[in-house]
Each structure stands twice: as C-alpha cells, then as structure tokens.
C-alpha cells in the first residue's frame, strides 16, 4: 500500500513539475497549438460565435453530412469580387439545365475550383465551358474543402447530374485536411477500418450544438501537460495532421488513396471519365526544385492505380512568368488550369460536319 502510495505521489509531483516547466517555458505553447491543428479553427469559430455572426462570406452555409456548402441562389460582391450561384448550389451564372446533347463535366474541388478570388467568369469551370459549347461544366467546387469532403460530394452528385466526366481538382493542403475534424467549420472524417471507409462526426450540428461540443472537448485543456498527451497520441495513431514540414505518414497516405480509389470508382461505375488534378500554387509556380507533397502523391498514385491524372505545375513552370498570383488564381492562372485540362482530354473544337465524337466520350480508364 506504502508502495502504491509513493508511485501516485511521484506521480503527481512528476505532472506537477512537466505542467509548471511548460508554462514557464515560451517555446512550449506554440508547439502544444502544432499538436493540434483543430484549435486555431475552433478558436475563429468561438470568436466569431461571440460576435453573434457566423462569417461565412454570404456564400456558405452548415451542412450535415460535409460540414458546409454553398448557399444556392447567391449574388453577393466580396472584396471587389463578384459571386453567384444557381438554385443547386453551384458556382453560376444560370440555372442548371440537364442536355442530353452535352457532355455533363462535374468539377469537383476546393477554393481554387470554386473560385475564391475570382470573378464568376474567371473559374477554370467556367473558362473550360467557355471553351467549348458541347460541355456542360458544373462547378462543385467548395473553399476548404479536403480529399473527404470531395468525396462525400460526387457521392451526392453522381446520381444528380449522371456525368460523363469528373474531374477532381486538389492541392496539397487538401490531403492534409482529410486529416481534420474542424476547420472553417465542424467537419465529417472518415477512417479506415480493413480498408473500408467509414464516416464518422455526422451529422454535423448547428452552430450552438458546435460550441458545446468543443466545450466538451476542452475540459481538461487548462492542463497542457493533458493537452501534450493527447496531441501526441492523436500524431501517433496518425489521426491529427502533422505540420507542414513533416511528411504525412502511411496510415494518412491509405486513407487519402482510398478516397481517391472511392471516387474513381464511382466515376466507373458510371462509365463516365475520370481525371484527377494537381493545382500547384505559391512558389511551386516559380520554383522548378521545390518538391511538392501533392505533386509527388498524383505522380506516385497515378502510376501505381492507372488512373488519368494531369499535373498543371509544368504548364505553369514553362511558361517562366514572374507574375503569377501567389494566393488563389484569377484569371490567367485559371486560363492555363482550363486550357491544360482541355488539350489533356483531347478535346476539339466541333467540327462543322457534325462529327463530335472526342475522347471525352472514351470509356474512362480502369484501375489494375
């Protein structure tokens, strides 16, 4: 009994001087906040929870199965750039409108799909329908998005829209998203469980229900000693996103291939088309030897799944500007981006004799 006492004892003192030690240290807060990525999220919804308004741009809205959507039927102006949607949800400037006589394209992406910073005539969806009239391009696109909730949205759209294309569109950053339960707003995530995706954390409440979940959540968070175990169990069990600088690991590479494999699947089942994109952005615009952890993941799952993946970065590196937008695409940036995926598909402009047949009518590629 002497003996048990005298462990917890230790114990407790040991706690007590790990809790002291890191308060009194500055460099130990900032690293607690890397072990989780959720927090910062919280902390701007929490914020904007106690300004009694819930910022989402006018253009999005919570959603119980992918956190958030786009809010249909929206015209709005933010910050210079103007914004409208149809009565489906997507990024448009007319209603949608099923023609058997056009080949139905689903973009399906993140911010720089749907087109954060861009006007309504300056998304590479738009720019890609506007290059030919025999496509009928609808922009899923939705900012903040990562791999999961991409998938979770051509889940919902394939029987909607029956396409003959999909194409989905992803950066880096998004790969690592799949990896988060909060981000803009509450968010679902799936796991792994003998390679079977399963979706957990729906559905997705409203905000005041969000808030007491995270007050659940922190109620042993005045401890950072708590806080530095938690963290580090979650970066074991690979089930928090590491830092930018560190690589994700194989169990987060397995369930972002899955999803991947989920939505190539669906696109089979189909028959419709499947390309998979890269968008580089930032320096990778500029710096032919940066090495890019999405640009390396499409190389190496595209060979390894015989999937059609196309890579923009070398467009956008042999061209040589020194002018590209280095936050999300405007105009010329997303030229190039609808321009590659263009030629890439083979695409021609209609022929006056009538003869459409292209290779986007091809049987989408199958996986080994």
Do not use: C
């Not at 607690?32 to 253009?59: C, K, N, T």
């Not at 968010?187 to 957990?200: E, H």
């Not at 390894?304 to 940036?333: I, N, Y």
């Amino acid at each position: 009994m002497r003996t048990l006492r005298t462990v917890v004892v230790i114990g407790l003192v040991t706690v007590a001087l790990l809790e002291a030690g890191a308060r009194l240290v500055p460099s130990v807060a900032p690293r607690v906040a890397q072990l989780e990525p959720e927090r910062i999220w919280e902390d701007r919804f929490l914020d904007m929870m106690r300004s009694g308004h819930i910022d989402m741009a006018g253009v999005y809205q919570p959603h119980p199965t992918r956190g958030w959507s786009v809010v249909p039927n929206v015209h709005t102006v933010v910050d210079g750039f103007t914004y409208t949607t149809n009565e489906r949800g997507s990024r448009s400037l007319a209603a949608y409108r099923p023609d058997p006589t056009k080949r139905t394209v689903l973009a399906i992406g993140d911010s720089f799909t749907f087109g954060v910073e861009a006007n309504d005539t300056a998304t590479w969806p738009y720019l890609l329908q506007a290059r030919d009239p025999r496509l009928n391009v609808v922009n899923l696109g939705v900012g903040g998005y990562g791999i999961d909730q991409m998938d979770l949205t051509l889940r919902e759209a394939m029987a909607e829209y029956h396409p003959q294309l999909v194409i989905v569109a992803f950066i880096g950053d998004d790969l690592r998203r799949a990896l988060l339960s909060f981000r803009d707003y509450k968010k679902p995530r799936f796991v792994l469980a003998r390679n079977q995706l399963q979706l957990t954390d729906v559905p997705v409440g409203p905000p005041e229900t969000i808030v007491e979940e995270i007050a659940r959540s922190r109620r042993f968070d005045e401890s950072y000693t708590f806080r530095i175990v938690r963290g580090l169990t979650r970066r074991a069990l690979e089930t928090a996103a590491p830092p930018d600088d560190v690589p994700l690991g194989p169990g987060a590479m397995a369930l972002v291939t899955r999803l991947f494999d989920d939505m190539h699947d669906m696109a089979e089942r189909e028959h419709a088309r499947f390309l998979l994109t890269y968008l580089s952005h930032g320096d990778g615009l500029f710096d032919p030897s940066l090495v890019e952890e999405g640009e390396e993941f499409l190389r190496s799952y595209g060979t390894a799944h015989h999937v059609d993946t196309l890579d923009t970065r070398p467009v956008f590196l042999q061209q040589k500007r020194h002018d590209w937008v280095r936050r999300h695409f405007q105009a010329r940036e997303n030229g190039v981006v609808s321009d590659a995926i263009y030629e890439h598909l083979h695409l021609q402009r209609p022929a006056p004799t009538g003869d459409t047949t292209d290779a986007a009518a091809r049987p989408p590629h199958s996986r080994g």
